[in-house]
Structure formats: structure tokens, C-alpha cells
């Protein structure tokens, strides 16, 4: 039976297990938005392209599969950007469909035309124009492949208006199955003799690949199970805290900006690094710092092991999910060694993440307000950050009950909490989703609020206000003290404007007031189903908590 190649795309992304696409509509895809109106895919319609980009970045991240977003030509496809560099750095599965002028409109400057190619070639994995309609579902499932094999990444599609109304007699096509390679006995033997022989090992989590999109592989319990018996603490690359669960004995922390000062000296003093899932880049490493001379085993899927720098005695080619499956016997891995090491970076952790009042000036202090959602989120939430100086606190104070409970810009992109939150909610409405953000990454796709209101999504969002941007404030006040200049905000009433949303609003001026409020909002999301924002304005002078853990108490 003949159909429309951009129908076709349509009924493919079906056979690809796809929920949903998040789309901001334009008239170059028209034909495939016709094909989603009678499929059981659910179109979220983003307020902007970018949001629509970061939602299905969550979606992949929470799902373990490629997250679809489409958008048109030109200024559609601009505003797309930001989520395929996010995707691209943070080696998450994305495939972007951007509507393309005609075939036959090409190479005479015509309205919003654009090299697709030109673009995204270098910050994409693959670059596809579909130009043969009978191929429209052959490349569907090419990106899809292509997009979760290796190392994960963004595909871009460009679907030409003309062909997308082409017609084919050709159908759907089987997925093409994502191959994960497992360590062989050799390997794990000699892994297991490196890690014996260690006397202060340390595993290195991160990337992604501990889900799998059935829901039924949680790696980072596995290897957090695996890790204790074998007396291996396990720390956290940069914004993948939730590679294991936080409960562990092994868990140690994360590294990355504004990581525990004691952390980093005991990454200096181990004498074996495992990474798994992640390389040593520059910000786990403390600027190329850190561990450097220390024997070294890299697991990734990818063989070039293009996010590691440095020093490799070992390099393993399986996924998280894949490498956990082979883990050699926990007594096997640690030999003599005692749980003396991992007991002390352990500890280290549990100081560090025990919140200690700051005294701010004005406004709310920070360290007891996260403490506070601490203790008051469900165990199973999931957290979504911006970027900036405002996602501190939560990184330190907010714990993970394992893989598939945060989605954050690796590459330290703004705007990604709240359409990610929104998209966290929908993938799944019974947790509870925080966006952890400030004044100006709330800003910058804060209107992704209206899907939550049209989708019946109903995230947490919570806004810490110093009515700066923080984050260059503190690099102003290091290399031009007294000098601001460019990074004043004026704002909005956030609490106000959740309510023209549909949603629950909180103004916090005070830490006295912040218990009350988190109790409310969370009955409103819970409850109600609706969206609800803490708006906690702090003191313009607030800065980053301290790298260092409290005082060492006596006897601990």
C-alpha cells in the first residue's frame, strides 16, 4: 500500500518504540506532522525550538533510547542548535528532524535555506538528507542506530518539503539492533588482577548507559553492589551523579566544579583510576590535574576513547550496562585490601553533602534550604539542573537513588531545567520532577512552562534569585575585582508567573519561610497536578558553598 514518505517516517519512529516527539511545527514538515495526528506518538509542541530540543535530551537521558525533537528550516533549526551541542558533548542519543526547502529551491539563496550539513556537521554524529522518498524509513532507523552505538550522540535529518509528499510502496524496516561489546575472560582477569594489587582504587562513573529503554538494566546498582564487596569507593564524573545510588557504602561523590576539596586530594593519592562510562577530560580532572600519573583502565563504548586524555594501562570496549554483566568476582578485585579506604571517602562524602548554615545578610540561606529538600523530596525524584552557580547546593545536598534521576548540561548549557523537567514529568507523571535552576537559566526557557499546562505535566521548579549572573560575577570579582559590568538582571515576580501557567507559586524571602513553602508546592504537584516554583530570593553577594566538608567531628 502506497504512503507518503513523510507518513512513512512517521509509522518507522512507531516501529522504533518512539512515545513521543517534541516539535515546534513548521510548514516544511508538514506532511509528517499529518502522519503523527492519527499515531499513537504523542507530540509535545515546545514553545521554542531550544526547548524542544532539551525535552528530548531528557527523554533520552531518562529512557536509555534516542530522544526526537523536530523543527523547520533556518531559525528553527538555529534555535535547535544548543540541544544538538548539548547532545553532542554530553554524548547523549538525539536525533533532530529539521524541515528543508524543496529539492528544486536549492542553491538560489532561497527563503531560510541553509547548509544542514555546514552546521551541524561538526558537532553532530551523522548528518542525513533524505533525498529518495523510498528510503524515508531506511534512514530513520540508520539515525536511530547511529545516534545510540558507539559513543551516543546527536543525528540530524533533513527532511525536504517535496519529498516528504513523495509516495512509496516501501514500509517499515526491523531496527537495527545496537550492538554492546562484553569484556572477554582475558580482560576481566586482568582487571581484576590491577584492581587485587591496588591499594587505593578508585571508580570513576559517568556518561551514559546504565538504563536500558525496557526499564529492566540498572547498572549503576549493580556495579554500586559490586563495588562494596570489593572495597572500591565510586565517585561521579560531572553531572552524572546518579550513575549509582547514593545509599552506597561505596559511593564517595562527585567530581567536577565545586567538588569536595577531600576528594579531590584522595583522587591525587589513588594509585588506580577505573573509569566507566566517562574519560578523564578537563573538569573531572581538575583542569588535566588530577590523577594523571595514577595506572589507569578506561571502559567506554567507543574505541577511540575520544573523552579520555592521558594515561590508558587498560582499555575495555562495553557499555556501563555491558561491563557490570562481566565484573569479575568482588573477592577476586580486592585481594588483601581492607575497607579501610573506601570507608574513609565514604565518610569524607557524608560531610561534605551535610548541609552547614551559611548566615547570609538577606534572603534565603541556601545550604539550609536544600537540606530541607532534602529531606522533603520523594527518595525516587528526579532532578533536572541549569547551568550556573545556583545548581551548587543541589549538586552537594541533593542525593540520587540511582541511574535515570538526573538530567543536567554536561557542557554547562542555560535553559535546559525546565523543559527537561517538564519532559521528566511526562516520561514519568508519578515522581516528582525538580528543576534546579537560577533567575537566568529560568529565563531562558522558562516558557516551557505552557507544555507542562497543555500536557498536563506538573514539575517542581525551583529558582534561586540573586538578580545576577552569578557564575561571571565570581570570575568578574577574580580578575576584575569592583568592576561589574554586564551581568545585572531585573525579574520578573517568578511566583506570579507560574500562577498565568496554571500552576502554584511561592515568594521565599526568608529561611524561617522555606519548610512551609516546599511543603505546599510539593502537595500542589503531588495532589493537585500542577506545576508549583520556590522562588527563594538570596543575597546578591551569595556565592558557591565551600569545597571543603564541615569540621571533622571527634571520633568520626
Known amino acids: 500500500m502506497s504512503t507518503s514518505a513523510g507518513h512513512l517516517v512517521v509509522r518507522q519512529l512507531e516501529a522504533q518504540g518512539v ?80 524541515g528543508l526547502i524543496p529539492v528544486a529551491d536549492r542553491g538560489r539563496d532561497s527563503f531560510q535555506e541553509f547548509s544542514l550539513d555546514g552546521w551541524f556537521g561538526t558537532t553532530a554524529k551523522r548528518v542525513i ?71 587505593r582504587p578508585l571508580i570513576v562513573a559517568g556518561g551514559e548507559g546504565w538504563i536500558d529503554a525496557a526499564g529492566d538494566i540498572d547498572a549503576g546498582t549493580a556495579l554500586a553492589t559490586w563495588a562494596e564487596a570489593a572495597h572500591v569507593p565510586v565517585a561521579a564524573d560531572w553531572r552524572a551523579y546518579d550513575a549509582v545510588p547514593h545509599s552506597s557504602a561505596a559511593w564517595s561523590g562527585y567530581l567536577g566544579y565545586y ?88 565518610a569524607g562524602q557524608r560531610r561534605f553533602a551535610t548541609p552547614s548554615p551559611e548566615d547570609p545578610a538577606l534572603g534565603v540561606d541556601l545550604s539550609v534550604a536544600f537540606g530541607l529538600l532534602e529531606e522533603k523530596l520523594p527518595a525516587n525524584r528526579i532532578l533536572a539542573y541549569g547551568a550556573g552557580n545556583a545548581t551548587l547546593w543541589g549538586h552537594r545536598y541533593l542525593s540520587h537513588a540511582g541511574p535515570g534521576t538526573l538530567v543536567g548540561p554536561r557542557n554547562g548549557a542555560m535553559g535546559v531545567s525546565v523543559p527537561a523537567a517538564v519532559a521528566a514529568s511526562l516520561v514519568h507523571p508519578d515522581r516528582v520532577a525538580v528543576a534546579i535552576c537560577g533567575d537566568g537559566d529560568f529565563l531562558m526557557n522558562g516558557q516551557e512552562l505552557a507544555v507542562a499546562r497543555a500536557q498536563g505535566s506538573a514539575p517542581l521548579v525551583v529558582v534561586v534569585d540573586n538578580g545576577v549572573f552569578a557564575t561571571i560575577v565570581q570570575h568578574q570579582e577574580k580578575h576584575y575585582p569592583g568592576r561589574p559590568s554586564g551581568t545585572a538582571m531585573a525579574n520578573p515576580e517568578f511566583a506570579a508567573l507560574i500562577g498565568t501557567y496554571g500552576g502554584h507559586g511561592e515568594d521565599v524571602h526568608t529561611t524561617a519561610d522555606v519548610a512551609a513553602a516546599i511543603d505546599r508546592a510539593l502537595e500542589a504537584v503531588t495532589d493537585r497536578r500542577v506545576p508549583a516554583l520556590l522562588h527563594l530570593r538570596i543575597d546578591p553577594a551569595t556565592m558557591p558553598p565551600s569545597t571543603a566538608a564541615p569540621a571533622q567531628e571527634a571520633g568520626s
Open 259 to 346: 567538588r569536595s576539596d577531600e576528594l579531590a586530594e584522595r583522587m591525587a593519592e589513588a594509585d588506580l583510576l577505573v573509569f566507566v562510562g566517562c574519560g578523564r577530560s578537563d573538569v573531572p580532572s581538575d583542569g588535566y590535574t588530577l590523577g594523571l600519573e595514577a595506572s589507569t583502565v578506561v571502559v567506554l563504548p567507543d574505541p577511540n576513547a575520544a573523552t579520555h586524555a592521558g594515561r590508558i594501562d587498560q582499555q575495555i570496549v562495553a557499555t556501563p550496562a555491558s561491563f557490570t554483566t562481566a565484573l569479575p568476582a568482588s573477592e577476586a578485585a580486592r585481594g588483601t585490601r581492607g575497607n579501610t579506604w573506601m570507608d574513609a571517602l565514604a
Open 129 to 199: 538528507v533524505l533525498d529518495d522518498e523510498h528510503r524515508a524509513a531506511e534512514v530513520v532507523a540508520e539515525a536511530m542506530h547511529a545516534a545510540s552505538s558507539g559513543r551516543p550522540g546527536p543525528v540530524v535529518i533533513g527532511l525536504p518539503e517535496d519529498v516528504l509528499v513523495r509516495m512509496t510502496d516501501s514500509g517499515p524496516v526491523p531496527p537495527r539492533p545496537v550492538p554492546a561489546s562484553v569484556p572477554g575472560p582475558a580482560a576481566v582477569e586482568e582487571l581484576a588482577g590491577r584492581l587485587a594489587a591496588a591499594e
Open 19 to 98: 512515545r513521543r516527539v517534541y516539535s515546534v511545527p513548521g510548514e516544511s514538515f508538514l506532511d509528517v506532522l499529518d502522519g503523527l495526528h492519527d499515531s499513537p506518538i504523542t507530540t509535545v509542541v515546545a514553545r521554542h525550538e531550544a526547548g524542544a530540543g532539551f525535552m528530548a535530551l531528557a527523554e533520552a537521558r531518562l529512557t536509555g533510547m534516542p530522544g526526537i525533537a523536530m523543527v523547520t528550516r533556518g531559525p528553527g533549526a538555529a534555535n535547535a542548535m544548543i540541544s544538538v551541542h548539548t547532545a553532542w558533548q554530553d554524548a547523549t542519543p538525539l536525533v533532530l528532524f529539521v
